[in-house]
């Protein structure tokens, strides 16, 4: 059965019954493999760990067990000022080869019934003092039923739909009878919602056919089958959805993308899911190209409670990530999280860094990295899918993550991703907060795009 019959039915009469049955059906057999009950059994181990006092959990800032567990706790963007610092000033030595790696450690701080603040924060605790952790806060930010994460999509998903209602309910508004003007204008219509222009035109295309086929006269005869049309090619790409997170040894993530689209923010997210989890998550800056950037992850790493591996800005990205691989396989991490400098105004030089990165990544594991995730803003709709070919023209991309989702009135770029590139889109920035970053799952993606359409 196809996504639109699975989510909405054939027809509209069976709607109600169908989608009734078919989603108990299929929200049994989800919760099934809902992550919550590994976020439980990994909270235990988290817990376990803590017990052993092997490592600190209690993040710098906005985690703390003060915090309000409901993840209402709004994570303001690092204020480090993105200026390019002058290697000399850092160190003397020449960076490419010798600058010494940091590794930044999270700053911890002891559980405490008072409220957290920026303004007012307590000095690092000393190592040896006794360091009382609370890993529930963290784990309540993660534990979220599938009820609130279709919520949270119909909701992030709100101007998205807009614009397609908006446009679809003119089209029939102002077309009554199927002729070639209405197929023009529906053409349109679907550009206009950012699904793409072969899509649209694909689309526009099978429903003139089927339209002569079933003799339609009546537009509203096609307005179901319009969207069963665009639900259906989305359905068809079977794309993997989900990160390859290896079960056993060191998994690493490269990420990729262009200054701003919310790369570093989708790695700090993670890194928080990860050790959540239970996981040992390590992170490299190897986007040396501003200083600030650096300061970003750091900043992550902090309120992630992570370890961050960092060199002066202007050193080589490529030793960066020698030097975080060399400290993962050492020190047993689960996960490594690469950020990278995203320059496409200088592909040559971006192909170039990316191939060294990569060859670095395979000499210590050879089936490295194991997905290289290109992080696009969703509000900059076709552009978007400009960067996503011509980073896949300098590098094979795994999949997407795809921010700002909710701050987008151009959500239906998914398809036109999904559709012309054959990339899967795997992760989707619902919002700035720690838990807004979320697994892309398409039928609480098109629910939330089509549900008021039909
Ligand atoms: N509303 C919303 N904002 C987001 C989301 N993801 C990231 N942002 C915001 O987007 C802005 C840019 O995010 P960054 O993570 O700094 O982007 P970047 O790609 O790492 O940029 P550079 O560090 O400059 O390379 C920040 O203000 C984030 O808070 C999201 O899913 N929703």
Do not use: C
Request: charged letters at 30%.
């Amino acid at each position: 059965m196809g996504l639109f019959d699975r989510l909405f039915g054939k027809k509209k009469q069976e709607e109600q019954v169908v989608n009734e049955e078919q989603l108990a059906a299929d929200q049994q057999e989800q919760i099934t493999d809902e992550p919550v009950s590994t976020v439980i059994e990994e909270k235990k181990h988290a817990d376990q760990k803590v017990e052993q006092k092997e490592e600190p959990v209690v993040p710098k800032e906005g985690l703390s067990s003060a915090q309000p567990k409901d993840s209402e706790q709004v994570l303001p963007r690092p204020t480090a000022e993105p200026t390019l610092i002058n290697p000399s000033e850092e160190t003397s030595e020449n960076e490419e080869v010798s600058a010494e790696p940091v590794v930044t450690e999270p700053q911890i701080k002891p559980t405490s019934d008072e409220p957290v603040s920026p303004a007012a924060e307590p000095e690092p605790v000393a190592e040896e003092e006794d360091i009382v952790i609370d890993i529930d806060a963290l784990a309540d930010i993660f534990t979220q039923s599938r009820e609130e994460t279709e919520k949270k999509y119909e909701q992030s998903l709100s101007l998205t739909r807009k614009t397609f209602a908006d446009g679809f309910n003119e089209l029939f508004a102002n077309f009554r009878t199927v002729d070639e003007e209405f197929f023009e204008e529906l053409e349109e219509t679907l550009i206009m919602s950012d699904v793409g222009v072969d899509l649209a035109m694909e689309i526009t295309e099978e429903l003139r056919k089927e339209a002569k086929l079933v003799n339609a006269k009546s537009t509203d005869d096609l307005r179901q089958l319009i969207i069963e049309k665009i639900v259906d090619k989305f359905d068809g790409e079977k794309l993997p959805s989900r990160l390859d997170i290896q079960p056993e040894g060191l998994t690493v993530l490269l990420f990729v993308g262009v200054n701003g689209v919310g790369k570093t923010t989708t790695i700090g997210k993670l890194a928080a899911r990860y050790k959540n989890e239970g996981k040992r998550v390590l992170l490299a800056a190897a986007d040396t190209f501003r200083a600030g950037a650096i300061d970003q992850l750091v900043e992550w790493g902090n309120r992630s409670a992570v370890e961050v591996v960092t060199k002066p800005a202007g050193s080589d990205p490529a030793a960066v990530v020698f030097d975080a691989l060399a400290k993962a396989k050492a020190d047993n991490y689960d996960i490594l999280l690469v950020d990278t400098a995203g320059r496409l105004q200088n592909k040559d030089n971006l192909m170039k860094e990316l191939e060294k990165i990569g060859k670095v990544i395979k000499r210590e594991i050879p089936d490295a990295p194991h997905e290289t995730i290109l992080a696009l803003d969703a509000t900059t709709g076709q552009n978007a899918i400009q960067q996503a070919k011509e980073f896949s023209a300098v590098t094979p991309i795994s999949g997407i993550a795809l921010t700002k989702l909710d701050g987008s009135a151009k959500g239906g770029i998914v398809l036109s991703i999904v559709q012309s590139l054959k990339i899967p889109v795997k992760l989707i920035g619902l919002g700035e907060k720690l838990n807004d970053l979320q697994d892309f799952d398409e039928e609480f993606f098109v629910r939330g795009l089509f549900k008021e359409l039909l």
